[in-house]
């Protein structure tokens, strides 16, 4: 199993704007084999950053989402981002 988690950085002004040009993005990973769940949000404290979650069952799948990659204008919107893959070899009930 992978998470993708992380934060990315865009102008605070712009920030709604950018989220809803992501919506159709999750939907697809949403919808992608593999994906068990896809999630950027608006971070509550930080007016910049975006809270990035993604669950995969496996780097195969995740692969064949990312494709190219984010669309030009959503890439031209990030600032920065510390976003990382992590291999997870165990899941447990909370």
Request: aromatic residues 8%.
């Amino acid at each position: 199993m992978i998470i993708v988690s992380g934060k990315l950085y865009v102008d605070p002004a712009t920030r709604d704007t950018y989220l809803s040009g992501c919506t159709g993005v999750a939907e697809q990973a949403r919808a992608a084999p593999g994906c068990l769940d896809f999630v950027l949000a608006a971070d509550p404290i930080e007016p910049d950053r975006v809270n990035v979650f993604e669950l995969w069952e496996s780097d195969g799948e995740l692969a064949a989402f990312r494709g190219a990659g984010p669309e030009p204008e959503q890439a031209a919107a990030i600032r920065d981002a510390d976003v990382k893959r992590y291999r997870i070899s165990a899941v447990e009930d909370a």
